[in-house]
């Protein structure tokens, strides 16, 4: 069972990075104190630090070992406690995705049914009666590691993953999902996908959606999501 450290664990990583743990778990409280850090150091980056990268449960820092090193750098860390409690991340929204499950557009809806012991109306059910938060952005443009899957829904990875997989899918890889936003190789379990453009580059803010904010699923049929696909 994962667990939340009280002080965060320290790990180098290589000769120019540092990471910084704050659970071992998948957890609100455990990415919140992460946004939360991370927004303090953007406020007051140290000196000799060139990126701060959060995920789910840790924050990396990229930094120049003839400027700082990692004493000096977790001493700031631990200097910025009184900081946090003023500091407040920008408000969420919540984002509707429209997803056509099972067939064609979810081809391992029948094995997550068959392997959850679900039909696959409850897993519709159940995959869309959820609000899910965005923990992090990552892995191809505007890809959403989101939180709060019903542990029910629980299916392991493909065992070869695809070369290709289309934009807008939806999948489910262990106890999270998540949704592509462009063609990709991956190899989560596709149970449907949704008809929306979820990254486009061309557009001063190219996403839907960021970290921090929630989505929610809404079941429709073939031609709900025929008529989408050709007004986006």
């Known amino acids: 069972m994962g667990q939340i450290f009280k002080k965060p664990r320290m790990r180098l990583m290589g000769d120019s990075g540092l990471l910084f743990e704050y659970g071992d778990v998948i ?11 991370t927004k303090a150091l ?3 980056m140290p000196l000799g630090v060139s990126e701060v990268m ?8 990229i930094y120049d070992p003839i400027q700082t090193n990692p004493d000096v750098l977790a001493r700031h860390l631990d200097n910025l406690k009184n900081q946090l409690e003023g500091l407040k991340l920008p ?3 919540t984002v509707d995705i429209p997803v056509c499950y099972g067939e064609k557009h979810g081809p391992e809806l029948p094995f997550v049914a068959e392997h959850t012991g679900l039909s696959e109306k409850e897993i519709i059910k159940i995959h869309s009666g959820s609000e899910y938060q965005i923990f ?4 191809t443009p505007g890809f959403p ?3 709060g899957m019903d542990d029910r829904l629980t299916t392991p990875r493909l065992k070869t993953p695809r070369t290709l997989v289309p934009a807008g899918s939806v999948g489910i890889a262990n106890n999270q ?4 936003p462009v063609d990709s190789p991956g190899g989560w379990q596709l149970i449907g996908r949704t008809p929306l453009r979820l990254f486009s580059p061309e ?4 996403f839907l959606y960021a970290a921090g904010d929630k989505i929610r699923f809404k079941p429709v049929d073939q031609a709900e999501f025929d008529r989408l696909n050709q007004i986006k």
């Not at 999902?177 to 592509?180: A, E, S």
């Open 27 to 37: 957890d609100l409280e455990v990415n919140q104190k992460v946004k939360l850090v």
């Open 42 to 44: 953007n406020q007051e």
């Open 54 to 61: 959060p995920t789910y449960r840790s924050i990396l820092m």
């Open 91 to 93: 408000p969420s929204k």
């Open 136 to 139: 992090m952005i990552g892995f």
């Open 145 to 147: 590691f989101l939180g």
């Open 177 to 180: 999902t998540g949704i592509y």
């Open 203 to 206: 557009k001063k803010n190219p």
